[in-house]
């Protein structure tokens, strides 16, 4: 983050200031894996938590993650549904 065009100190508005701020991610473990009592013991909003408090520090304008999980046993159908979904994210 640059002085000036990210960001400007003291905070006020600069570039990226109202911007979308979407993350879009995959996991090779399960939805489950990414709870509390999963695999991962943290839940992906605990994962990315650091990215968040990042947007909301630029003034970015935050929205739900998208997270395609399993991925390392996905199907071809699951594919093309999580491609549907992110096609949708940018229109």
């Known amino acids: ?3 000036g065009w990210a960001y400007k100190f003291p905070h006020t508005k600069a570039t ?3 911007k979308t701020f979407r993350i879009v991610t995959s996991t090779g473990g399960t939805q489950t894996s990414y ?3 999963g695999l991962m013991g943290k839940t992906i909003d605990e994962t990315i ?3 968040m408090m ?3 520090y630029l003034g970015m304008d935050w929205r ?3 997270v395609i999980h399993n991925t390392w046993k996905i199907t071809d159908e699951e ?3 999580a491609s549907e979904q992110y096609k ?3 229109e």
């Open 49 to 51: 938590a650091h990215m």
């Open 35 to 37: 709870s509390g009592e």
């Open 88 to 90: 949708r994210l940018l």
């Open 16 to 18: 990226l200031w109202g």
């Open 79 to 81: 594919l093309d549904r």
């Open 1 to 3: 983050m640059t002085n």
């Open 54 to 56: 990042s947007g909301d």
């Open 64 to 66: 739900e993650p998208l």
